[in-house]
């Protein structure tokens, strides 16, 4: 499956962004769906994923209640909704899919999106 990343860009702190991740086929359904995120001269850490179902949700403590992850299953995309934006949520996020029920907050996923970049100036 291909998965899609799009909807980063340039904001100011307390800003908000909604990040997509469109799938290319409609098995995307029987994915679990994680985001991810890369900032400059950092390792790639997890920030939020979400079961096949959309009925379970985890996230990296630093963006608990800021971040919510959704997805429609009938268009085949995740969503990443990021409000109260920081300066340290600057980064390359990318979207990731495995055929399991629940995601991992590890990078053992199969499939990657091409990642869409957050900067968030201060």
């Known amino acids: 499956v291909l998965l899609q990343a799009f909807g980063g860009g340039l904001v100011q702190a307390g800003a908000s962004l909604r990040l997509s991740c469109a799938a290319s086929e409609r098995t995307f359904r029987q994915y679990a769906v994680a985001w991810f995120r890369q900032a400059p001269g950092k390792e790639r850490e997890f920030v939020a994923g979400i079961s096949w179902s959309g009925t379970r949700t985890y996230y990296t403590d630093s963006v608990k209640g800021r971040f919510t992850i959704s997805r429609d299953n009938d268009k085949s995309t995740a969503y990443l909704q990021m409000n109260t934006l920081k300066p340290e949520d600057t980064a390359v996020y990318y979207c990731?899919?495995?055929?399991?029920?629940?995601?991992?907050?590890?990078?053992?996923?199969?499939?990657w999106g091409q990642g869409t970049l957050v900067t968030v100036s201060s």
């Open positions: 990731a899919a495995k055929r399991t029920l629940m995601p991992s907050m590890e990078d053992d996923y199969d499939y």
